[in-house]
Protein backbone atom coordinates (compact mmCIF):
# COMPACT_ATOMS: atom_id res chain seq x y z
CA UNK A 1 0.00 0.00 0.00
CA UNK A 2 1.20 3.26 -1.00
CA UNK A 3 0.63 5.31 1.78
CA UNK A 4 1.59 5.20 5.69
CA UNK A 5 -1.16 6.01 8.23
CA UNK A 6 -0.85 9.70 8.79
CA UNK A 7 -0.72 11.43 11.95
CA UNK A 8 -3.69 13.32 12.78
CA UNK A 9 -2.41 16.86 12.79
CA UNK A 10 -1.49 16.30 9.86
CA UNK A 11 -4.42 14.80 8.07
CA UNK A 12 -5.63 18.02 9.77
CA UNK A 13 -3.81 20.77 8.19
CA UNK A 14 -5.47 23.16 5.55
CA UNK A 15 -5.02 21.95 1.96
CA UNK A 16 -2.61 24.22 -0.34
CA UNK A 17 -2.04 25.01 -3.46
CA UNK A 18 1.40 23.06 -4.81
CA UNK A 19 3.23 25.15 -7.00
CA UNK A 20 5.40 22.32 -8.92
CA UNK A 21 2.07 20.25 -9.43
CA UNK A 22 0.29 23.42 -11.24
CA UNK A 23 3.47 23.91 -13.46
CA UNK A 24 3.49 20.36 -14.60
CA UNK A 25 -0.55 20.63 -15.27
CA UNK A 26 -0.20 23.88 -16.93
CA UNK A 27 2.72 22.38 -19.21
CA UNK A 28 -0.01 19.18 -19.44
CA UNK A 29 -2.55 21.44 -20.65
CA UNK A 30 -0.46 23.16 -23.57
CA UNK A 31 0.38 19.98 -24.66
CA UNK A 32 -3.14 19.10 -24.99
CA UNK A 33 -4.11 21.61 -26.46
CA UNK A 34 -1.11 21.77 -29.23
CA UNK A 35 -1.39 17.99 -29.69
CA UNK A 36 -2.27 15.93 -32.34
CA UNK A 37 -6.02 14.23 -31.99
CA UNK A 38 -4.18 10.43 -32.04
CA UNK A 39 -1.48 12.27 -29.56
CA UNK A 40 -3.67 14.11 -27.30
CA UNK A 41 -5.64 10.86 -26.57
CA UNK A 42 -2.66 9.09 -25.58
CA UNK A 43 -1.94 11.56 -23.17
CA UNK A 44 -5.63 11.98 -21.69
CA UNK A 45 -5.56 8.39 -21.18
CA UNK A 46 -2.29 8.36 -19.18
CA UNK A 47 -3.48 10.86 -16.94
CA UNK A 48 -6.93 8.73 -16.73
CA UNK A 49 -4.56 5.73 -15.83
CA UNK A 50 -3.01 8.27 -13.30
CA UNK A 51 -5.90 9.07 -11.60
CA UNK A 52 -7.98 6.08 -11.38
CA UNK A 53 -4.50 4.85 -9.37
CA UNK A 54 -4.70 7.43 -6.93
CA UNK A 55 -7.95 6.95 -6.51
CA UNK A 56 -7.01 2.81 -5.86
CA UNK A 57 -4.57 4.60 -2.96
CA UNK A 58 -7.29 6.76 -2.15
CA UNK A 59 -9.72 4.18 -1.05
CA UNK A 60 -7.30 1.65 -0.18
CA UNK A 61 -5.68 3.95 2.15
CA UNK A 62 -8.85 5.27 3.95
CA UNK A 63 -10.80 1.65 4.14
CA UNK A 64 -13.78 3.55 2.30
CA UNK A 65 -15.09 4.79 -0.86
CA UNK A 66 -17.44 4.79 -3.60
CA UNK A 67 -14.49 3.19 -6.52
CA UNK A 68 -17.28 1.76 -9.15
CA UNK A 69 -18.41 5.43 -9.60
CA UNK A 70 -15.19 7.14 -9.09
CA UNK A 71 -14.04 4.77 -12.37
CA UNK A 72 -16.89 5.37 -14.37
CA UNK A 73 -16.55 9.27 -14.23
CA UNK A 74 -12.75 9.42 -14.31
CA UNK A 75 -12.79 9.99 -17.97
CA UNK A 76 -15.28 12.63 -17.68
CA UNK A 77 -13.32 14.77 -14.94
CA UNK A 78 -9.72 14.29 -16.94
CA UNK A 79 -10.87 15.83 -20.31
CA UNK A 80 -13.03 18.83 -17.98
CA UNK A 81 -9.91 19.27 -16.00
CA UNK A 82 -7.25 18.67 -18.79
CA UNK A 83 -9.14 19.96 -21.72
CA UNK A 84 -12.29 22.32 -21.45
CA UNK A 85 -11.95 23.85 -17.78
CA UNK A 86 -10.86 27.99 -17.74
CA UNK A 87 -9.62 27.21 -14.32
CA UNK A 88 -6.42 28.49 -12.28
CA UNK A 89 -5.72 26.13 -9.67
CA UNK A 90 -3.29 28.80 -8.17
CA UNK A 91 -6.51 31.24 -8.06
CA UNK A 92 -9.81 29.13 -7.20
CA UNK A 93 -11.28 32.18 -6.31
CA UNK A 94 -10.79 33.77 -9.59
CA UNK A 95 -14.28 35.37 -10.15
CA UNK A 96 -14.03 34.73 -14.23
CA UNK A 97 -13.44 30.90 -13.57
CA UNK A 98 -15.54 28.38 -15.05
CA UNK A 99 -17.73 26.52 -12.07
CA UNK A 100 -17.68 22.65 -12.26
CA UNK A 101 -19.69 20.96 -9.15
CA UNK A 102 -19.87 17.39 -9.08
CA UNK A 103 -23.00 16.47 -8.02
CA UNK A 104 -22.73 12.70 -7.78
CA UNK A 105 -20.23 14.08 -4.40
CA UNK A 106 -19.92 10.23 -3.04
CA UNK A 107 -17.33 10.16 -6.36
CA UNK A 108 -15.35 12.32 -4.21
CA UNK A 109 -12.00 10.15 -4.40
CA UNK A 110 -12.10 10.76 -7.92
CA UNK A 111 -12.82 14.34 -8.17
CA UNK A 112 -10.05 14.99 -5.24
CA UNK A 113 -7.33 12.75 -7.65
CA UNK A 114 -7.91 15.24 -10.14
CA UNK A 115 -7.80 18.57 -8.12
CA UNK A 116 -4.51 17.70 -6.98
CA UNK A 117 -3.31 16.23 -10.27
CA UNK A 118 -4.27 19.92 -11.07
CA UNK A 119 -2.09 21.40 -8.06
CA UNK A 120 -4.87 22.49 -5.84
CA UNK A 121 -3.28 20.32 -2.96
CA UNK A 122 -0.75 18.21 -3.00
CA UNK A 123 -1.33 14.80 -3.79
CA UNK A 124 0.64 13.34 -1.12
CA UNK A 125 -2.71 15.01 0.76
CA UNK A 126 -4.70 12.22 -0.96
CA UNK A 127 -3.22 9.67 2.01
CA UNK A 128 -6.03 11.93 4.36
CA UNK A 129 -8.60 11.18 2.39
CA UNK A 130 -11.69 10.41 5.28
CA UNK A 131 -9.24 10.54 8.27
CA UNK A 132 -10.43 12.24 11.56
CA UNK A 133 -10.39 16.04 10.97
CA UNK A 134 -9.26 15.82 7.34
CA UNK A 135 -10.29 18.58 4.97
CA UNK A 136 -10.54 16.08 2.74
CA UNK A 137 -14.30 14.66 3.70
CA UNK A 138 -15.93 11.40 2.52
CA UNK A 139 -18.13 14.09 0.46
CA UNK A 140 -16.78 17.44 -1.33
CA UNK A 141 -16.67 20.21 1.15
CA UNK A 142 -16.01 23.98 -0.55
CA UNK A 143 -15.05 25.73 2.57
CA UNK A 144 -11.90 23.14 3.33
CA UNK A 145 -11.28 22.01 -0.24
CA UNK A 146 -9.77 24.45 -2.92
CA UNK A 147 -11.17 23.66 -6.14
CA UNK A 148 -14.87 22.48 -4.75
CA UNK A 149 -17.45 24.84 -5.43
CA UNK A 150 -20.42 23.94 -3.44
CA UNK A 151 -20.78 20.86 -0.52
CA UNK A 152 -22.47 17.83 -2.56
CA UNK A 153 -23.55 14.09 -0.82
CA UNK A 154 -27.08 14.36 -0.82
CA UNK A 155 -28.51 13.96 -4.54
CA UNK A 156 -30.02 16.17 -6.52
CA UNK A 157 -28.44 18.92 -5.38
CA UNK A 158 -25.71 19.67 -7.95
CA UNK A 159 -27.87 20.60 -10.97
CA UNK A 160 -29.84 23.52 -8.76
CA UNK A 161 -26.77 25.27 -7.94
CA UNK A 162 -25.11 24.78 -11.45
CA UNK A 163 -28.13 26.50 -12.47
CA UNK A 164 -27.43 29.06 -10.46
CA UNK A 165 -23.89 29.95 -10.82
CA UNK A 166 -25.41 30.19 -15.03
CA UNK A 167 -28.71 32.47 -14.19
CA UNK A 168 -25.34 34.95 -12.02
CA UNK A 169 -23.37 34.59 -15.50
CA UNK A 170 -26.22 35.44 -17.12
CA UNK A 171 -27.59 38.53 -14.68
CA UNK A 172 -23.99 39.58 -14.82
CA UNK A 173 -23.50 39.11 -18.31
CA UNK A 174 -20.11 37.59 -17.23
CA UNK A 175 -18.62 34.66 -19.83
CA UNK A 176 -17.51 31.77 -17.25
CA UNK A 177 -19.40 28.59 -18.02
CA UNK A 178 -20.64 26.14 -15.64
CA UNK A 179 -20.37 22.01 -16.04
CA UNK A 180 -21.76 20.08 -13.54
CA UNK A 181 -21.73 16.02 -13.54
CA UNK A 182 -24.89 14.21 -12.67
CA UNK A 183 -24.92 10.41 -11.91
CA UNK A 184 -27.78 8.36 -13.40
CA UNK A 185 -29.42 6.81 -10.70
CA UNK A 186 -29.13 10.47 -9.05
CA UNK A 187 -32.07 11.68 -11.92
CA UNK A 188 -34.27 9.91 -9.94
CA UNK A 189 -33.98 12.66 -7.39
CA UNK A 190 -37.23 15.63 -8.79
CA UNK A 191 -35.32 18.29 -7.89
CA UNK A 192 -32.70 18.01 -11.07
CA UNK A 193 -35.91 17.97 -13.36
CA UNK A 194 -36.97 21.23 -11.38
CA UNK A 195 -33.66 22.71 -12.38
CA UNK A 196 -33.78 21.59 -15.81
CA UNK A 197 -37.07 23.26 -16.26
CA UNK A 198 -35.80 26.54 -15.20
CA UNK A 199 -32.38 26.13 -17.01
CA UNK A 200 -34.53 25.57 -20.38
CA UNK A 201 -36.66 28.80 -19.05
CA UNK A 202 -33.99 31.12 -19.05
CA UNK A 203 -31.79 29.95 -22.15
CA UNK A 204 -28.85 29.08 -19.94
CA UNK A 205 -26.53 28.54 -23.01
CA UNK A 206 -23.46 28.80 -20.51
CA UNK A 207 -24.60 25.65 -18.23
CA UNK A 208 -23.60 22.03 -19.28
CA UNK A 209 -24.86 18.85 -17.41
CA UNK A 210 -23.04 15.80 -18.07
CA UNK A 211 -24.94 12.60 -16.86
CA UNK A 212 -22.51 9.79 -15.93
CA UNK A 213 -24.61 6.96 -17.50
CA UNK A 214 -23.05 3.57 -15.70
CA UNK A 215 -26.49 2.11 -15.49
CA UNK A 216 -25.82 0.90 -11.76
CA UNK A 217 -26.92 2.68 -9.18
CA UNK A 218 -26.12 1.02 -5.16
CA UNK A 219 -28.04 -2.08 -5.54
CA UNK A 220 -29.07 -2.61 -8.99
CA UNK A 221 -29.55 -1.61 -12.33
CA UNK A 222 -31.14 1.80 -13.06
CA UNK A 223 -33.42 -0.27 -15.62
CA UNK A 224 -34.86 -2.50 -12.83
CA UNK A 225 -34.86 0.17 -9.62
CA UNK A 226 -36.69 3.23 -11.54
CA UNK A 227 -35.70 3.48 -15.18
CA UNK A 228 -34.36 6.76 -16.76
CA UNK A 229 -34.96 5.79 -20.47
CA UNK A 230 -35.93 7.36 -22.86
CA UNK A 231 -33.07 9.80 -21.08
CA UNK A 232 -32.04 11.74 -23.86
CA UNK A 233 -35.63 12.59 -25.06
CA UNK A 234 -36.64 13.46 -21.70
CA UNK A 235 -33.75 16.25 -21.44
CA UNK A 236 -34.85 16.76 -25.48
CA UNK A 237 -37.87 17.41 -23.53
CA UNK A 238 -36.99 19.69 -21.18
CA UNK A 239 -35.65 22.08 -23.97
CA UNK A 240 -31.99 20.71 -23.53
CA UNK A 241 -29.66 20.98 -26.95
CA UNK A 242 -28.97 17.28 -25.60
CA UNK A 243 -25.92 14.47 -27.24
CA UNK A 244 -24.85 11.30 -26.35
CA UNK A 245 -21.25 10.47 -26.56
CA UNK A 246 -18.66 7.06 -25.32
CA UNK A 247 -18.06 8.17 -21.23
CA UNK A 248 -14.47 6.63 -21.84
CA UNK A 249 -13.52 8.71 -24.99
CA UNK A 250 -11.76 11.82 -24.08
CA UNK A 251 -11.80 12.85 -27.71
CA UNK A 252 -16.09 12.69 -27.82
CA UNK A 253 -16.21 14.48 -24.59
CA UNK A 254 -13.78 17.15 -25.47
CA UNK A 255 -15.59 17.40 -28.67
CA UNK A 256 -19.55 18.43 -27.15
CA UNK A 257 -18.04 19.79 -23.41
CA UNK A 258 -15.88 22.33 -25.63
CA UNK A 259 -17.91 23.43 -28.14
CA UNK A 260 -18.92 26.45 -27.67
CA UNK A 261 -22.30 27.60 -26.20
CA UNK A 262 -25.74 27.50 -27.87
CA UNK A 263 -28.86 29.07 -26.95
CA UNK A 264 -29.84 26.20 -24.65
CA UNK A 265 -28.74 24.49 -21.74
CA UNK A 266 -26.76 21.69 -22.98
CA UNK A 267 -27.25 17.92 -22.06
CA UNK A 268 -24.25 15.15 -22.42
CA UNK A 269 -25.04 12.01 -21.82
CA UNK A 270 -21.79 10.19 -21.77
CA UNK A 271 -22.24 5.74 -21.54
CA UNK A 272 -20.02 4.68 -19.30
CA UNK A 273 -19.08 1.58 -17.41
CA UNK A 274 -19.14 1.48 -13.73
CA UNK A 275 -15.70 0.31 -12.55
CA UNK A 276 -14.18 0.89 -15.83
CA UNK A 277 -10.15 0.29 -16.04
CA UNK A 278 -10.36 -2.89 -13.67
CA UNK A 279 -11.51 -5.84 -15.26
CA UNK A 280 -13.02 -7.55 -12.41
CA UNK A 281 -14.84 -4.42 -10.96
CA UNK A 282 -16.43 -3.67 -14.76
CA UNK A 283 -20.26 -3.64 -14.45
CA UNK A 284 -19.98 -5.13 -10.97
CA UNK A 285 -23.24 -3.69 -9.02
CA UNK A 286 -20.92 -5.00 -5.69
CA UNK A 287 -18.02 -2.43 -6.78
CA UNK A 288 -20.78 0.58 -5.74
CA UNK A 289 -18.68 0.75 -2.67
CA UNK A 290 -16.78 -2.10 -1.92
CA UNK A 291 -12.86 -1.73 -0.57
CA UNK A 292 -10.73 -4.04 -2.67
CA UNK A 293 -8.61 -6.68 -0.70
CA UNK A 294 -4.71 -6.64 -0.80
CA UNK A 295 -4.87 -8.99 -3.47
CA UNK A 296 -7.11 -7.01 -5.64
CA UNK A 297 -5.62 -3.80 -5.10
CA UNK A 298 -2.28 -5.75 -6.93
CA UNK A 299 -4.37 -6.69 -9.56
CA UNK A 300 -6.01 -3.39 -10.17
CA UNK A 301 -2.88 -1.67 -9.79
CA UNK A 302 -1.11 -3.89 -12.49
CA UNK A 303 -4.37 -3.52 -14.53
CA UNK A 304 -4.01 0.44 -14.49
CA UNK A 305 -0.28 0.12 -14.72
CA UNK A 306 -0.11 -1.32 -18.10
CA UNK B 1 -48.73 57.65 4.46
CA UNK B 2 -47.43 54.46 3.95
CA UNK B 3 -48.63 51.46 5.83
CA UNK B 4 -45.86 51.99 8.45
CA UNK B 5 -48.08 55.18 9.94
CA UNK B 6 -51.37 53.11 9.70
CA UNK B 7 -53.58 52.87 13.04
CA UNK B 8 -54.54 49.80 12.21
CA UNK B 9 -50.44 47.95 12.62
CA UNK B 10 -48.29 47.09 10.39
CA UNK B 11 -47.61 44.31 7.44
CA UNK B 12 -44.06 44.07 7.95
CA UNK B 13 -43.94 42.51 3.97
CA UNK B 14 -44.59 46.17 3.09
CA UNK B 15 -41.12 47.58 4.85
CA UNK B 16 -39.71 44.42 3.50
CA UNK B 17 -40.56 45.06 0.11
CA UNK B 18 -39.47 48.70 0.59
CA UNK B 19 -36.18 47.89 2.20
CA UNK B 20 -35.09 45.28 0.05
CA UNK B 21 -35.26 47.81 -3.04
CA UNK B 22 -33.03 49.91 -1.15
CA UNK B 23 -30.44 47.49 -0.69
CA UNK B 24 -30.84 46.78 -4.44
CA UNK B 25 -30.64 50.41 -5.60
CA UNK B 26 -27.01 50.65 -3.41
CA UNK B 27 -25.75 47.42 -3.78
CA UNK B 28 -25.65 45.55 -7.15
CA UNK B 29 -25.00 41.99 -6.11
CA UNK B 30 -28.87 42.32 -4.68
CA UNK B 31 -30.82 39.74 -6.44
CA UNK B 32 -34.81 38.50 -4.95
CA UNK B 33 -35.43 34.68 -5.61
CA UNK B 34 -39.01 33.48 -5.41
CA UNK B 35 -41.21 30.53 -6.00
CA UNK B 36 -43.65 32.15 -8.27
CA UNK B 37 -44.33 34.42 -4.80
CA UNK B 38 -43.99 37.66 -6.29
CA UNK B 39 -47.56 38.97 -5.23
CA UNK B 40 -47.32 37.41 -1.74
CA UNK B 41 -43.48 38.52 -1.31
CA UNK B 42 -44.93 41.68 -2.28
CA UNK B 43 -42.33 41.67 -4.84
CA UNK B 44 -43.78 43.50 -7.41
CA UNK B 45 -42.01 46.64 -6.93
CA UNK B 46 -38.46 45.26 -7.07
CA UNK B 47 -39.48 43.37 -10.34
CA UNK B 48 -40.23 46.72 -11.84
CA UNK B 49 -37.70 48.58 -10.81
CA UNK B 50 -34.82 45.30 -11.21
CA UNK B 51 -36.27 43.01 -13.82
CA UNK B 52 -32.95 41.47 -14.44
CA UNK B 53 -32.61 41.08 -10.63
CA UNK B 54 -35.24 38.98 -9.71
CA UNK B 55 -35.32 35.34 -10.33
CA UNK B 56 -38.50 33.38 -10.30
CA UNK B 57 -38.13 29.91 -10.52
CA UNK B 58 -41.75 28.69 -10.22
CA UNK B 59 -43.38 26.46 -8.21
CA UNK B 60 -39.75 24.53 -7.02
CA UNK B 61 -38.27 24.95 -3.62
CA UNK B 62 -35.57 22.96 -3.62
CA UNK B 63 -34.48 24.60 -7.22
CA UNK B 64 -34.90 27.80 -5.14
CA UNK B 65 -33.12 27.61 -2.78
CA UNK B 66 -29.81 25.38 -4.98
CA UNK B 67 -30.01 28.21 -7.24
CA UNK B 68 -29.95 30.71 -4.46
CA UNK B 69 -26.95 29.02 -3.65
CA UNK B 70 -25.27 28.96 -7.17
CA UNK B 71 -26.17 33.01 -7.48
CA UNK B 72 -24.05 33.64 -4.06
CA UNK B 73 -21.21 31.46 -5.29
CA UNK B 74 -20.89 34.03 -8.52
CA UNK B 75 -20.94 36.94 -6.25
CA UNK B 76 -24.33 37.92 -6.17
CA UNK B 77 -26.29 38.08 -2.70
CA UNK B 78 -29.38 36.60 -3.25
CA UNK B 79 -32.79 37.39 -0.91
CA UNK B 80 -34.83 34.33 -0.79
CA UNK B 81 -38.54 35.42 -0.61
CA UNK B 82 -41.01 32.50 0.11
CA UNK B 83 -43.99 31.21 1.96
CA UNK B 84 -42.13 30.05 5.18
CA UNK B 85 -43.59 26.69 5.41
CA UNK B 86 -42.41 25.61 1.80
CA UNK B 87 -38.94 27.78 2.14
CA UNK B 88 -38.51 25.64 5.23
CA UNK B 89 -40.23 22.40 5.02
CA UNK B 90 -39.70 21.69 1.15
CA UNK B 91 -36.05 22.96 1.01
CA UNK B 92 -34.65 22.01 4.24
CA UNK B 93 -32.27 19.33 2.29
CA UNK B 94 -31.26 22.62 0.28
CA UNK B 95 -30.74 24.65 3.08
CA UNK B 96 -28.65 22.44 5.35
CA UNK B 97 -26.48 21.27 2.55
CA UNK B 98 -26.57 24.29 -0.20
CA UNK B 99 -26.94 27.49 2.07
CA UNK B 100 -25.64 26.49 5.80
CA UNK B 101 -23.24 23.56 5.52
CA UNK B 102 -21.78 25.33 1.92
CA UNK B 103 -21.74 28.83 3.98
CA UNK B 104 -22.93 30.90 1.20
CA UNK B 105 -24.41 34.25 1.91
CA UNK B 106 -28.02 33.23 1.09
CA UNK B 107 -30.56 35.71 3.00
CA UNK B 108 -33.27 33.34 3.66
CA UNK B 109 -36.98 34.90 3.91
CA UNK B 110 -39.56 33.25 5.16
CA UNK B 111 -42.54 34.69 4.38
CA UNK B 112 -46.13 35.17 6.31
CA UNK B 113 -44.76 32.55 8.86
CA UNK B 114 -46.48 30.86 11.78
CA UNK B 115 -50.14 30.84 11.60
CA UNK B 116 -50.44 34.30 9.20
CA UNK B 117 -52.32 32.18 6.75
CA UNK B 118 -55.12 30.87 9.43
CA UNK B 119 -57.71 29.32 7.88
CA UNK B 120 -55.49 27.92 4.80
CA UNK B 121 -54.39 25.68 7.83
CA UNK B 122 -51.87 23.40 9.21
CA UNK B 123 -50.49 22.46 5.07
CA UNK B 124 -49.58 26.30 5.32
CA UNK B 125 -48.46 27.21 8.91
CA UNK B 126 -44.77 27.60 9.24
CA UNK B 127 -45.01 26.72 13.00
CA UNK B 128 -41.83 24.12 13.04
CA UNK B 129 -39.46 26.42 11.36
CA UNK B 130 -37.74 27.72 14.39
CA UNK B 131 -36.81 23.79 15.56
CA UNK B 132 -35.63 22.77 12.08
CA UNK B 133 -33.53 25.66 11.57
CA UNK B 134 -32.16 25.88 14.96
CA UNK B 135 -31.04 22.59 14.67
CA UNK B 136 -29.53 22.85 11.16
CA UNK B 137 -25.69 24.19 11.77
CA UNK B 138 -24.58 27.85 11.66
CA UNK B 139 -28.04 29.56 10.55
CA UNK B 140 -29.06 32.64 12.25
CA UNK B 141 -32.03 33.07 12.87
CA UNK B 142 -34.24 36.36 13.23
CA UNK B 143 -37.96 36.90 14.43
CA UNK B 144 -38.21 40.50 13.84
CA UNK B 145 -41.31 42.19 15.73
CA UNK B 146 -42.11 45.10 13.83
CA UNK B 147 -41.33 47.18 10.43
CA UNK B 148 -38.04 49.09 12.07
CA UNK B 149 -36.73 45.60 13.17
CA UNK B 150 -37.42 44.37 9.99
CA UNK B 151 -35.72 46.48 8.03
CA UNK B 152 -32.68 46.46 10.50
CA UNK B 153 -32.35 42.63 10.60
CA UNK B 154 -32.42 42.58 6.74
CA UNK B 155 -29.23 45.41 6.57
CA UNK B 156 -27.82 43.41 9.44
CA UNK B 157 -28.08 40.08 7.33
CA UNK B 158 -26.72 41.17 3.85
CA UNK B 159 -24.09 42.99 5.94
CA UNK B 160 -22.90 39.73 7.69
CA UNK B 161 -21.79 37.33 4.36
CA UNK B 162 -23.20 34.65 6.40
CA UNK B 163 -26.16 32.54 5.77
CA UNK B 164 -29.66 33.70 8.06
CA UNK B 165 -33.20 33.07 8.10
CA UNK B 166 -35.57 35.97 9.08
CA UNK B 167 -39.06 35.44 9.54
CA UNK B 168 -41.18 38.27 8.02
CA UNK B 169 -44.64 38.68 9.34
CA UNK B 170 -48.07 39.60 7.25
CA UNK B 171 -50.00 39.66 10.82
CA UNK B 172 -50.34 43.47 11.29
CA UNK B 173 -48.23 44.22 14.13
CA UNK B 174 -47.96 47.80 16.52
CA UNK B 175 -44.42 48.85 16.30
CA UNK B 176 -42.72 48.36 19.37
CA UNK B 177 -38.32 48.82 18.90
CA UNK B 178 -37.70 52.01 21.01
CA UNK B 179 -36.78 54.98 18.38
CA UNK B 180 -33.16 54.41 16.54
CA UNK B 181 -32.76 50.92 17.71
CA UNK B 182 -30.95 48.33 15.29
CA UNK B 183 -30.57 45.06 14.82
CA UNK B 184 -27.72 43.09 16.61
CA UNK B 185 -26.94 39.44 16.21
CA UNK B 186 -26.84 38.01 19.96
CA UNK B 187 -28.39 40.91 21.53
CA UNK B 188 -32.04 40.57 23.03
CA UNK B 189 -33.77 44.41 23.66
CA UNK B 190 -35.49 44.73 27.06
CA UNK B 191 -38.47 46.72 25.94
CA UNK B 192 -39.49 47.07 29.50
CA UNK B 193 -37.54 46.98 33.17
CA UNK B 194 -39.07 44.97 35.49
CA UNK B 195 -38.47 42.46 38.75
CA UNK B 196 -41.04 40.29 39.34
CA UNK B 197 -40.94 38.77 36.24
CA UNK B 198 -39.76 38.22 32.80
CA UNK B 199 -41.70 38.26 29.57
CA UNK B 200 -39.66 36.46 26.56
CA UNK B 201 -41.50 36.76 23.22
CA UNK B 202 -40.70 37.37 19.68
CA UNK B 203 -42.34 38.88 16.41
CA UNK B 204 -46.34 38.84 16.79
CA UNK B 205 -46.10 37.80 20.64
CA UNK B 206 -44.26 40.97 21.58
CA UNK B 207 -46.73 43.95 22.00
CA UNK B 208 -48.81 41.03 23.73
CA UNK B 209 -46.19 40.78 26.45
CA UNK B 210 -46.05 44.47 26.54
CA UNK B 211 -49.82 44.88 26.98
CA UNK B 212 -50.01 41.29 29.83
CA UNK B 213 -47.46 43.29 31.17
CA UNK B 214 -49.78 46.67 31.27
CA UNK B 215 -52.13 44.34 32.79
CA UNK B 216 -49.54 42.85 35.39
CA UNK B 217 -48.85 46.57 36.66
CA UNK B 218 -52.36 46.98 37.39
CA UNK B 219 -51.94 44.10 39.73
CA UNK B 220 -48.84 45.47 41.69
CA UNK B 221 -46.34 42.95 39.55
CA UNK B 222 -43.50 44.32 37.89
CA UNK B 223 -42.76 42.40 34.42
CA UNK B 224 -39.91 42.45 32.36
CA UNK B 225 -40.63 42.46 28.87
CA UNK B 226 -37.61 41.26 26.21
CA UNK B 227 -37.77 41.42 22.49
CA UNK B 228 -35.71 37.84 21.77
CA UNK B 229 -35.55 38.71 17.79
CA UNK B 230 -32.41 36.96 17.70
CA UNK B 231 -33.40 33.53 18.40
CA UNK B 232 -30.24 32.29 17.51
CA UNK B 233 -27.47 32.99 18.41
CA UNK B 234 -29.47 33.73 22.14
CA UNK B 235 -28.37 36.24 24.26
CA UNK B 236 -27.29 34.39 26.32
CA UNK B 237 -26.03 37.27 29.29
CA UNK B 238 -29.91 38.66 29.26
CA UNK B 239 -31.88 35.34 29.69
CA UNK B 240 -29.41 34.47 32.51
CA UNK B 241 -30.11 38.08 34.09
CA UNK B 242 -34.09 37.66 33.68
CA UNK B 243 -33.46 34.40 35.12
CA UNK B 244 -30.90 36.23 38.51
CA UNK B 245 -33.03 39.17 38.68
CA UNK B 246 -36.54 37.82 38.98
CA UNK B 247 -38.83 34.98 39.99
CA UNK B 248 -39.58 33.05 36.90
CA UNK B 249 -39.47 33.34 32.77
CA UNK B 250 -42.96 33.02 30.78
CA UNK B 251 -41.69 32.77 27.13
CA UNK B 252 -44.15 33.23 24.24
CA UNK B 253 -43.71 32.61 20.38
CA UNK B 254 -46.04 32.11 17.30
CA UNK B 255 -44.21 28.25 17.22
CA UNK B 256 -44.45 25.14 18.26
CA UNK B 257 -42.94 24.48 21.63
CA UNK B 258 -41.15 21.68 20.99
CA UNK B 259 -37.49 23.41 19.67
CA UNK B 260 -37.97 27.22 19.25
CA UNK B 261 -37.58 30.05 21.09
CA UNK B 262 -39.00 29.31 24.87
CA UNK B 263 -36.61 25.58 24.01
CA UNK B 264 -33.98 27.63 23.45
CA UNK B 265 -33.93 29.45 26.66
CA UNK B 266 -34.93 26.39 29.29
CA UNK B 267 -31.71 24.95 27.20
CA UNK B 268 -29.54 27.44 28.32
CA UNK B 269 -30.89 27.88 31.64
CA UNK B 270 -31.36 24.46 33.11
CA UNK B 271 -27.81 24.19 32.50
CA UNK B 272 -26.67 27.64 33.93
CA UNK B 273 -29.45 28.91 36.29
CA UNK B 274 -33.01 26.97 36.33
CA UNK B 275 -35.72 29.50 36.41
CA UNK B 276 -39.27 28.17 36.94
CA UNK B 277 -40.65 29.00 33.20
CA UNK B 278 -43.75 28.71 31.36
CA UNK B 279 -43.56 28.41 27.42
CA UNK B 280 -46.08 29.33 25.39
CA UNK B 281 -46.51 28.26 21.99
CA UNK B 282 -48.53 26.32 19.22
CA UNK B 283 -49.10 22.74 20.86
CA UNK B 284 -49.71 21.01 18.09
CA UNK B 285 -50.92 20.73 14.40
CA UNK B 286 -53.56 23.42 14.45
CA UNK B 287 -57.57 23.72 13.65
CA UNK B 288 -59.76 25.31 11.42
CA UNK B 289 -59.73 29.20 12.02
CA UNK B 290 -58.47 32.49 11.62
CA UNK B 291 -54.92 33.77 13.36
CA UNK B 292 -56.85 35.50 15.50
CA UNK B 293 -59.03 32.66 16.60
CA UNK B 294 -55.79 30.51 16.64
CA UNK B 295 -54.03 32.77 19.00
CA UNK B 296 -56.64 32.44 21.45
CA UNK B 297 -57.01 28.50 20.63
CA UNK B 298 -53.37 28.10 21.94
CA UNK B 299 -53.40 31.12 24.48
CA UNK B 300 -51.29 33.64 22.44
CA UNK B 301 -53.18 36.25 24.14
CA UNK B 302 -52.14 39.20 26.95
CA UNK B 303 -54.91 37.53 29.08
CA UNK B 304 -53.53 34.39 29.22
CA UNK B 305 -49.62 35.28 29.34
CA UNK B 306 -51.05 37.13 32.67
CA UNK B 307 -52.47 34.19 33.85
CA UNK B 308 -49.98 31.96 33.50
CA UNK B 309 -47.54 34.74 34.63
CA UNK B 310 -49.65 34.89 38.01
CA UNK B 311 -49.89 31.48 38.11
CA UNK B 312 -45.93 31.26 38.41
CA UNK B 313 -45.72 33.84 40.76
CA UNK B 314 -48.66 32.33 43.01
CA UNK B 315 -47.28 29.14 43.14
CA UNK B 316 -43.71 30.37 43.94
Redesign the interface.
Known sequence: MQFADPPAAEAAAPLVADAAAIARWRTLRDEVAAASPERRALTLQAASRHVRRQVLHTIDAAGLGHIGGDFSVTDILVTLFDAVLRIDPARPGWAQRDRFILSKGHCAAALYSVLASAGFFPEARLAHFAAPLSPLNGHPNRRKIPGVETNTGPLGHGLPVAVGCAAAAQITRQDFRTFVVLGDGELQEGSNWEAAMYAAQRGLGSLTAIVDRNRLQQGASTGDTNDLEPLPDKWRAFGWETHVVDGHSHAELQAVLAAPPGERPRAVIADTIKGKGVSFMENGVEWHHKVPSAAQYAAAIEELSK | MSKEDSNAGFDCRQAFAEELAALAAADPRV?AVCNDSVGSSNLGGFRKAFP??L?N??I?E??M????????????RPFVCAASPFLTGRAL??IK??VV????PVVLCGMSPGMAYGELGPTHHSIEDLAWLRATGDLAIVVPADPQETRAAMRWALASERPSFLRIGRTKVPAVSPEGQGFTPGRAVVLRPGRDITLVAIGTMVSRALDAAERLAAQGVDARVINAASVKPLDDATMLAAARETRGIVTIEEAVVHGGLGSAIAELLVQQHPARMRILGVTGLAPTGSTAFLFEHFGLTAENIVRQATELLDTH
Do not use: H
Not at chain 2, 65 to 76: D, E, I, K
Not at chain 2, 101 to 104: A, H, R
Open positions: VERVVGAQNVGVAAGLANAGLEQADYSDF
